[in-house]
C-alpha cells in the first residue's frame, strides 16, 4: 500500500479504537471519547470496567473489536504500550501513541521497542507522545482538549502540522481568534514513524489544504525532510517555525520531544536556498498564515511576485513605521511615478502628503483608500492601507469598498487598523471580505512580506 | 519664570481657551469643545459667529477673554495663525497651535514667522501641527478625537510623549486595551518651541509618572535631547520608539513634521550608550510599557538586576519558544542548581521535567507556578511563567495564588497565557494584581527584557 494511502487512513479513517477510554471527563481519555462523540465514522471505546462508555458500547480488551480499525488511539501508561501494540496485528493499519514517558524522559530504550513491534507487525505510527488528529470535514478529534478549554477553528484551508502538541492548541487558539479556518491538524510528538515529511507529502495532494504551518523541533531525516517540504511549497504555501535556535531552546527541545534538534544555522540556510518560508516567531507564524489563508493564490514559488509596497495611511506616524519595518523586512517602498503624483495631486485636496506612504491625514474619506490603489495598481505589487478609525472620515463602509476594490486589483492588501471605536466591527467586516487585518503598523508589514516573497 | 513651573501651565492649566471652537462634532473645534466640557477649570470657547456654544458664553475675539488664560489652544487655518497669536502678549501663557500647514507641507517660512512672534511677545508654544494635552487628573483632554471614537485609558503612571498626534493615538488605544493608566499624554508635533527634551525635564519630577512611553522621529536638540533624556531615565522608566529609520522612513517622518529624522545609527548608539531603552516597534513598546507599568519600583539605571531567567511551563513547545527569544534579547536561561534539581524532584510529579525551562506538563496544577517560584528565588532575576488554558489544571485560582506569590518574591514576574478557555479572565485577575500578561512567549520574554536591563 503507498503511504499517500496509508494516511487516508490517519486524517480520513472509518472508524476508531479508544484503548483506554473512561467514563468521565475528569480523566483525558474521557475527554477524547466526548470528542470522538462528534465523529461520522465508527467508535470503539475499550475499557474492561465499563459495559458502556458515554452511550457506546465499551469493549472489554482491543482484540474484542469485531473489525479492523483505521486508527486505534493508545491512551494507556507508557510501560503497557508494547504488549498493547503486539495485539493491533492485522486488528489496525495505524496506531496513535498519546502516552508520553519514552524518550522525552529518557526512555529510549521503551521507545525503541514499539519501534520495532510496529515495524514487525506492519503498522503505521504517529507518536508516542502526541495529540493526534484534528479533521473538522469528518468531524474527527483525537484531541485530549475539552472544546470549553480549547474553541476549534472553523473549517478552512490552513493544515497544522505541530511536532508539540501544547503549540498545536496554542496554534489552534490563535486561529481561531484571528478569523482563519482549519483544513486539518495534526500532532506528532516524538515521530518514530509518521513524521513531518510523510506528512508534507500527504497534505501536496489535499485538496482541503492551500497554506501548511509547521512548528518543528527536530527533524529525523534530513534529506528526506528538504525533498518533501520542497515539492509541498511548489504547490501549496509552507510556513515553518523552527524552535530550538539556541543553546538553551535546544536543550529544552530535547527534553521535550527527544530527539536532537540539530545546528539551526544550518537548518536556516537549507530553508533559504529552498525559498521556503520561515516564520521568526509564534506572532509572525500566526499573523503571516492568516494572511495566506485569505490569499491562497499567490504560491510563494511563482517568482512572479514583486516587493514594491504601496503604503497609504491616515496617519502620518503609523506610514512611518511602516516604511521602517518594510526596510527591514526587505520590502521596497517606491516612490510614485511623476504623472501619477500629478494626478492624485488633483483628485485629491492639497493638503494630502502625495508621497509613498500616502498620506490621507484626518480628514480622509473611506473611498480615498480605493482611489489611491486603483489609481496605482500597476506600479506596485502589495497594498499596505493604515486606518486609524479614531476619525470620523472612517466608517464601517471602508469595509465594501475595499472588498471591491481587491476585485479590481488583485494582489496582496493587507489592513492595520489600531484599537478604538468601530476598529472590532470594521476588522470583522474586513476579514469576512479576506483581507487580513493587524492590530500594529509593523505586524501588518510582516503579514504582507509573506504574499510578496 | 522657570521651565517647569511654565510647563505646569500646560499639563495643569486653570483656564483654557480655544479659538476656532465649533458648535458640533462635525468640525474638529466641535470635538474639542465637546472633550473640554469635562475640564475642572474654566473654558472659553472663541468663535464670533455664536453667542454661546455647548452651553458656554462664547467670546468674538480672543482679546474679549476676562481673564489671561493659561493656555489657548488654536485651531484655525494656518495662514490665519500669525495675527492670532499677535493677540496672545500678555493673554496666554502658552499657545497650544494644533492646526497644520506649516513645514509638514514645506510651509517653512509660516512655520519661522509664528516661531519669532512667539519668542517677541514671550509665550511659550506646542506645535504647530499636535493634538495637544491630556491629563485624566485635571479632566484636561485638548484631543480632536470623539470619546466614542477613541476610548481614554484610565488614570495611572504612564505618561506618553509623541511627536504624532496619529502613534499619539494609537498608543492610547493600545494602554486602554492593555490595562495600564495614564498620567499624562501630549503630542508636540514640529515643535518649534516646546519640544521632547523639555517634556523630559518636566515628567522627571512629576509625582504621578513612572513610566515615560516617547515616540519620536526627529530630534531638534541633539544635546539637550541627550542630557534631558539620560536625567529622566535615571529617576524612572523611559522607554523610547524611534521612527524614520531607513531612507524611505525618513522622508515620511519629513514629509511628516518638516524635521529631518537624523542618521538612525548614531541615535540609537547614542542611546546604547546611556542606557537608555529602545523598543524596535510598536508593539514592543506597548508590551514593555504595561510591564514598567505594573513594575515601576524597577529603575533601569538602579544596576542591580541581572539578566537570570526562569520559564515554567505546561507546555514543552512554548517553553522552547520563550528559551529562543531569551537567547536572542540577550538573557540567560540559567541551568538549576544541583541541590535544587533534587528538591524539586521530590515536590513534584516524576513525569515533570525538572529543568529550566521547568515543564509542568499538561497535569500540572495552579499551585506548582508559585511552588517552584518560591523554591528558586533567590537564583533568578525574573520569571516567565506560560499557563496554556486548555487542560483543567489551570483555574482562575492560579491569579491569587500569584498574587501571593510575587509578594513573597518581589522580583519582575510576566506570563504568557494562550489564548482560548478561560484566557481572558484568568488574563484579567492576573492584571489586576498587576502581574503583566502576554498572548505569545515571545511578547513575554521581550516585555520581561524590558524589566530586566
Redesign the interface.
Known sequence: MDKQASLDFLFKPKSVALIGAAHTE?K?GGVILKNLLRFKGRVYPVNPKYNELMGLKAYPDFKDIPEPVDISLIMRPASEVPEILKEHKGRARCAVIMS??FA??GESALQEEIKRIGKEIGIRILGPNCMGVYNPYQRLDTF???Y????RPKKGNVAVV??????L??L???L??SNAGISKAVGYGNAIDIDESDIYEYLTDDRKTDVVVS?I?SVGDGRKFIDKAKMLSEKKSLLI?K???????Q???F???GRLAGKYEVFHSILKQFKIQEAE???VLMDATKALSFHPRISPLAGKVGKRVLVI?????????A??????QGLE?AGLPEDKINKLKQMFPH?Y?V???L?L??QVKDEDYALACHELKEQYDGFLLIA?????GITEKLAVIMKNCMVGINKPMVFHI??????KKLTSLLEKAKIPVY?????AVRALKALLV
Do not use: W
Open positions: 475528569e483525558l508520553s514517558g522525552e524522559i485530549f482538549l475539552p470549553e478549554r480549547l474553541k505541530s511536532q508539540s502538541g501544547a503549540i492548541s496554542c489552534m487558539g490563535a481561531e481568534i512548528y523541533e517555525l524552535a530550538g535556535k539556541g543553546e538553551s531552546g536543550a529544552a527541545a527534553s521535550h520531544t516567531d509564534f506572532d495611511t491616515n496617519g502620518g506616524g503609523s506610514g512611518v513605521l516604511a521602517d519595518e518594510c526596510m527591514r517602498v493638503f502628503g508621497n509613498n506612504p498620506d491625514t484626518a486609524l478609525p479614531n476619525v470620523q489600531a484599537h478604538g471605536g468601530i476598529s492590530p500594529s503598523p509593523e505586524r
